[in-house]
């Protein structure tokens, strides 16, 4: 099946319009489909730094777990049955 597209309708000044006219003309692209770029662009780069903070916050989590030992232990109870 075709990738369906929505229509939206956005309005630039002068100096928006002129930038993403400029990038298209180098390009040799249509403007829409420099506006798909830069949002998907700038779509990566926001959940790129999501995904890196979530780690962050879980690396600095302090949390304590018993020992190996411990744990094995916990499981093969688990499986006696």
């Known amino acids: 099946?075709?990738?369906?597209k929505k229509r939206i309708e956005i309005r630039l000044n002068e100096g928006e319009?002129?930038?993403?006219?400029?990038l298209a003309r180098?390009?040799?692209?249509?403007?829409?489909?420099i506006l798909r770029e830069a949002l998907d662009t700038l779509?990566?780069?926001?959940?790129a730094q999501e995904r890196k903070k979530a780690v962050e916050d879980l690396a600095a989590l302090s949390v304590k777990l018993p020992s190996w030992e411990k744990i094995?232990?916990?499981i093969e109870g688990l499986h006696e049955d």
């Open 1 to 4: 099946m075709p990738d369906r």
């Open 17 to 22: 319009f002129k930038k993403v006219e400029d």
């Open 26 to 33: 180098i390009k040799g692209r249509p403007i829409a489909q």
């Open 43 to 47: 779509y990566e780069k926001v959940s």
């Open 72 to 74: 094995e232990e916990e």
